[in-house]
Structure formats: C-alpha cells, structure tokens
C-alpha cells in the first residue's frame, strides 16, 4: 500500500456483480468507488445528445476528451453527471447498453479515459484513503499498479440469470445482448482470463453475502503479502 492508500482494482465480465459488489466492499471498508464502464456510457450518451455518430471515431474521440463529466464516487451515491445534468438512469437503458461497445472499442478513447480513470484513482484514494474501482482493464491498463487486482467470473447461465432478475425480463432476451458486448469488448481489454497477479473470484455458486466475503478475503491476502515482503 502507498503511503496508507488502499487501490482495489476489479474486472470481469458483464454481469458477474462487478458494481454491486464492488459498492458493497468500498462501503466496508470505507473508501471511495469508480465504476469506469459509467464512464464509457456517459460518453455514448453525451456522443448521441450531440448529434454524433458513433461511428464516427474522430468525433466520438473529440467527445471523450471534452466532455464535462464528473464522477460520483460516493458507494452510496455514485452519481454521474455531465455539464451538471444527472444522467445515471439514461446511461443504464438498454439502448446505450446496445451501442456502448461502438465507444469502448474506440482506441483513442480508451487512451483518454485510462487518463482520466488513472487520474480519478489517485484522487479518489487520496481523499478516501482508499478507491474500489471496477471496469474490464482495471487490473492490466488502468491501475496495474493496485494492492490487489482480482479478476469477478462467473458462468454464463449464471450472469444472465442474474442480469435477468434484475432487469425483470427473460433469460434469453439478454444473452445475445450480455454475449455480444464481451465479444466486443474483449478484443480490446483482457478481462475473460486472468492477467499475471490477478486473483480469480469464480462467483457461479456464492451468493452476493459470499462474493463480497471473497473480495474481502482477496484484499487482505494481497495486501498482507505485500506487508511481509
Ligand atoms: N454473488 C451474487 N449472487 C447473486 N446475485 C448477484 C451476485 N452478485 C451480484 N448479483 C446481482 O447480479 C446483478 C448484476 O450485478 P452487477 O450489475 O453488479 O454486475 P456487473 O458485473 O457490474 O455488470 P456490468 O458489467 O454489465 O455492469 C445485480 O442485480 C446484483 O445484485
Ligand atoms: N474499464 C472498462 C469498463 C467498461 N468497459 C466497457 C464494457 C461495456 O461495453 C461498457 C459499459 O460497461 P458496464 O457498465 O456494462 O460495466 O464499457 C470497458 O471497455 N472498460
């Protein structure tokens, strides 16, 4: 740990419960929370409020780099607002879900947005004396540099029961949806498979009590290894 700062980094794919469990270990151990691929949606959605196609790498790039957003980082509250409109449920339709990758798969953002998530990290940690942040290159890109890197998976039947529950809707109406946007979205981040480091939580048969104990337990292996070296 620097100087005190505890940096949690946590990737894995779409729905294995990266947010709400990394809301609920950041609220235990008091420390601030980043959920990165907010700020990928805020920039699809700031991108198409402006009339830009997404497809339009330049524009969208040009996007990434001005936009005026600020990120919650509050466990409790992790609002996000751009140019001070508070834009949390519009991020999360299904619509931006469906077009989200287009922005993620853009080279020239994901460089600004590592920046700006690197940049938000030490902020974060420094104000809180600690950061939980969660996306799909965290622990690689982003903050490889972090006290404990851990890699949420869990089977695909799993996830998409899960997002189903949650979204009230069939299992199947969200598989090609969730399938598609890991397909997309690992062929720039590494987040199906462990980095060198990266501590595997496989989450298929814990319930949401024993993923947050398991992180928990991740974190303090980690950062005990880190004491005694
Ligand atoms: N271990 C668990 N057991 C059962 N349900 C869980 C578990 N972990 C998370 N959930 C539930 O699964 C749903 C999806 O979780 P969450 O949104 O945190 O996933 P995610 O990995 O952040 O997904 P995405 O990357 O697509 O945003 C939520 O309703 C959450 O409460
Ligand atoms: N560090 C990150 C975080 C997210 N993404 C991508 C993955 C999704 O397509 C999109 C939204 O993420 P979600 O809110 O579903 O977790 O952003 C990424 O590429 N890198």
Redesign the pocket.
């Known amino acids: 740990m620097t100087e005190g700062r505890l940096i949690v980094a946590i990737d894995g794919p779409?729905g294995t419960g990266?947010?709400s469990v990394s809301k609920e270990v950041a609220r235990r151990l008091g420390v601030g929370y980043l959920?990165?691929?907010?700020m990928?949606?805020a920039v699809a959605w700031w991108a198409q409020h402006q009339g830009i196609d997404l497809t339009d790498q330049v524009a969208v790039a040009h996007a990434a780099e001005t936009i005026p957003l600020v990120m919650g980082t509050n466990p409790d509250d992790p609002r996000v607002s751009v140019d001070d409109i508070p834009i949390d449920q519009q991020i999360r339709t299904s619509e931006i879900?469906e077009v989200?990758?287009a922005v993620?798969t853009n080279l020239a953002v994901r460089s600004t947005m590592k920046k700006r998530q690197r940049q938000l990290i030490n902020q974060i940690a420094e104000a809180t004396g600690g950061v939980v942040a969660e996306?799909?290159?965290?622990t690689t890109v982003?903050a490889p540099f972090a006290d404990a890197r851990i890699l949420m998976t869990a089977s695909e039947e799993v996830r998409m029961g899960r997002r189903s529950k949650e979204l009230a809707v069939d299992a199947e109406a969200t598989r090609a949806q969730i399938v598609e946007?890991d397909a997309k979205?690992s062929t720039?981040?590494q987040f199906l498979t462990a980095a060198d480091g990266v501590i595997t939580i496989d989450t298929s048969d814990l319930d949401f009590e024993e993923s947050v104990a398991a992180v928990l337990g991740a974190i303090e292996a980690s950062t005990s290894a880190i004491a005694g070296h």
Do not use: L
């Open positions: 779409s990266k947010s959920d990165t691929g907010a990928y949606r879900s989200v990758s993620a996306g799909r290159d965290i982003v946007r979205d720039v981040a």
